[in-house]
């Protein structure tokens, strides 16, 4: 069983930046793909990013590409989701995640964090 933590969020100007990071904890997810989400108040959770557990393969949603940049240090069990140029629209709670295979379905994650709240507002 893995225990995944975010950490990172907060309130943040238009135009601004935030990493995300997420610890995993309790087993090692070295050889798992990790997936960003994010869910708004009314709307269903959003595939935001991918990486394969080599962190040589990466997948984006449109929405974020060119943006946000999903990285990893496997070594501290870490998993980061850089965030620039953010908008209003990328208000939401975020979550990390845990797959065996890359994904972009909610569904194929086996561990999620508990989420941390990004604020996108001048």
């Known amino acids: 069983q893995a225990q995944l933590v975010e950490s990172g969020g907060g309130l943040v100007q238009p135009g601004g930046s935030l990493r995300l990071s997420c610890v995993a904890s309790?087993?090692?997810?070295?050889?798992?793909?990790m997936g960003w989400f994010r869910q708004a108040p009314g709307n269903e959770r959003e595939f935001l990013a991918a990486?394969?557990?080599?962190?040589?393969?990466?997948y984006y949603a449109d929405s974020v590409k060119g943006r946000f940049t999903i990285s990893r240090d496997n070594a501290k069990n870490t998993v980061y989701l850089q965030m620039n140029s953010l908008k209003p629209e990328d208000t939401a709670v975020y979550y990390c995640?845990?797959?065996?295979?890359?994904?972009?379905?909610?569904?194929?994650?086996?561990?999620w964090g508990q989420g941390t709240q990004v604020t996108v507002s001048s």
């Open positions: 309790g087993r090692t997810v070295s050889r798992y793909a």
């Open positions: 995640a845990a797959s065996l295979v890359v994904a972009e379905r909610d569904g194929d994650y086996d561990y």
């Open positions: 990486l394969s557990w080599s962190g040589v393969n990466t």
